[in-house]
């Protein structure tokens, strides 16, 4: 959108059922655009602030702005850039930044951890077995044999977080399509989802992440520079058997949402469903060598 002042990107957040997360989310936005991280730069709303009690209707929470028959609404300065591409060089920057949001809030309350550290429930997984049996769902059959897999992937995830112990708020979507190539540097984006997480967890996970960037394999290379990069602006070294499990929690996050579309649990939205079937059961049959793969690797 062009304004008088200027060009900027307006986004709607569907955050109706997860508001108490996103006001927090957007005070750690706010808190990073403080201490000068790389970010897009959030516009406040000009509107009067929610009422938290029973008053008038919520219209404004932290940057964003309740438009009715839209829904919650923000609006960030025009970023003026290319999305990261595979030849783009951002270790250095990776590790600094990654250290310097976990600096931030450096002890922080994890006993509402995100969805994907907490998939250790064998009973949803039965229940989501028994209800595409039913249904004769393609991928069934697959996580049939599997169970013991997925299950075994889960339980490894939620003990790592466990013992991690290192929680502090952060970005909490530090991948590679969240950062934008500009003139003056990576800009890093969409903040919607901060909030509490592991430090090691999410510095290995972006780590492993930057560096596989049109490549099969991590880049050595890559990942030492932003590991030195990470533990020279202040960030704790991170390594070890279980430092890859966040990647499983999120691989496990997204089979549970294909799950749930396929089953009418969850909305399709623009995807296909026999799309979302099949990759549902690519990431079924794909679990034992997936996570053989991240307990063997070492960064």
Do not use: C
């Amino acid at each position: 959108m062009v304004t008088r002042d200027g060009s900027a990107l307006i986004k709607h957040v569907a955050a109706e059922d997860w508001l108490d997360d996103f006001a927090r989310a957007m005070d750690f936005e706010q808190l990073a655009l403080s201490v000068g991280i790389s970010m897009a730069r959030p516009i406040p709303p000009l509107v009067e602030p929610m009422n938290h009690d029973n008053g008038p209707a919520r219209k404004r929470l932290g940057f964003a702005a309740a438009i009715e028959g839209i829904g919650w609404v923000r609006a960030y300065d025009w970023v003026d850039g290319e999305p990261l591409g595979d030849g783009d060089d951002v270790a250095a920057w990776l590790g600094e930044t990654l250290a310097r949001l976990h600096q931030l809030t450096p002890t922080a309350d994890a006993s509402r951890p995100p969805d994907w550290y907490r998939m250790d429930r064998p009973e949803m997984w039965h229940g989501w077995l028994n209800d595409g049996q039913r249904d004769g769902r393609s991928w069934a059959a697959l996580l049939r044999l599997h169970m013991t897999d997925v299950l075994e992937a889960a339980g490894w995830v939620a003990r790592s977080f466990t013992a991690a112990g290192d929680y502090v708020v952060t970005h909490r979507d530090v991948e590679p399509w969240n950062v934008m190539m500009t003139g003056g540097g990576p800009v890093l984006i969409d903040w919607d989802v901060a909030g509490a997480d592991s430090a090691s967890l999410e510095a290995a996970h972006a780590t492993l992440e930057f560096s596989r960037r049109g490549r099969t394999a991590p880049d050595p290379a890559a990942v030492r520079r932003t590991f030195e990069a990470y533990v020279g602006a202040g960030g704790t070294p991170f390594g070890g058997p279980d430092v890859l499990a966040r990647r499983a929690g999120l691989r496990l996050g997204r089979l549970a949402e294909r799950l749930r579309m396929s089953l009418g649990d969850q909305d399709l939205g623009p995807r296909e469903l026999a799309a979302v079937e099949r990759r549902a059961a690519e990431q079924i049959a794909e679990m034992p060598a997936f996570l053989a793969a991240l307990r063997n690797y070492r960064l």
